[in-house]
T-cell receptor
Framework: AQSVTQPDIHITVSEGASLELRCNYS??????LFWYVQSPGQGLQLLLK??????LVQGIKGFEAEFKRSQSSFNLRKPSVHWSDAAEYFC??????????FGTGTRLKVLA | DSGVTQTPKHLITATGQRVTLRCSPR?????VYWYQQSLDQGLQFLIQ???????AKGNILERFSAQQFPDLHSELNLSSLELGDSALYFC?????????????FGPGTRLTVL
């Protein structure tokens, strides 16, 4: 069955530190992969997406993610976290048709 | 601003009541999705419509129903409300019926059932 796993429910980092949020998926074919961010009281906003080609994709707000087929992973990274990055982050998989599966989310806390 | 609008922003009602949540997708988007987000359940996909037709169902209760109208706006109807239905309800839209499309989310409707 298709699934998306975000193993970290909460992550706390200091401002200026690097960040990596993990995402693993289960899907038979090459999926379409997305990372969304949800700030408090807001809807979700797309950070970046991967369809094909270069496995390292750049997104908004200085985020990047790397698709690793062998590990079925699509981890989100940022070299230096800002206090405004505190939010909840969702990984999502889109299949060849219209099905869309979200992970359970990782809540990021940033320490000043 | 994603271009997706949802009304009302907040809704407070009592158990057993019925409410209707409204969503207007981005101009030109044919797909509309409804999600429920609560503290204990996370983000749950409820239902998807494409150009007026239901195309996918998720964890939607039988007490809930939805429709998409010819002008592409959508409504989510919640009836016989229970305390546990208190949540944030999001609508999202995308251009086509395709898993490769980004979804554009509205600001949500916060439902409180007392």
């Amino acid at each position: 069955a298709q699934s998306v796993t975000q193993p970290d429910i909460h992550i706390t980092v200091s401002e200026g530190a690097s960040l990596e949020l993990r995402c693993n998926y289960s899907y038979g074919a090459t999926p379409y992969l997305f990372w969304y961010v949800q700030s408090p009281g807001q809807g979700l906003q797309l950070l970046l997406k991967y369809f094909s080609g270069d496995t390292l994709v750049q997104g908004i707000k200085g985020f990047e993610a790397e698709f690793k087929r062998s590990q079925s992973s699509f981890n989100l990274r940022k070299p230096s976290v800002h206090w405004s990055d505190a939010a909840e982050y969702f990984c999502a998989v889109g299949t060849g048709t219209y099905k869309y599966i979200f992970g359970t989310g990782t809540r990021l806390k940033v320490l000043a | 601003d994603s271009g997706v609008t949802q009304t009302p922003k907040h809704l407070i009602t009592a158990t057993g009541q019925r409410v209707t949540l409204r969503c207007s997708p981005r101009s030109g988007d044919l797909s509309v999705y409804w999600y429920q987000q609560s503290l204990d359940q996370g983000l749950q996909f409820l239902i998807q419509y494409y150009n007026g037709e239901e195309r996918a169902k998720g964890n939607i209760l039988e007490r809930f129903s939805a429709q998409q109208f010819p002008d592409l706006h959508s409504e989510l109807n919640l009836s016989s409300l229970e305390l546990g239905d208190s949540a944030l309800y999001f609508c999202a839209s995308s251009p086509r019926l395709a898993g490769r499309d980004e979804q554009f989310f509205g600001p949500g409707t916060r439902l409180t059932v007392l």
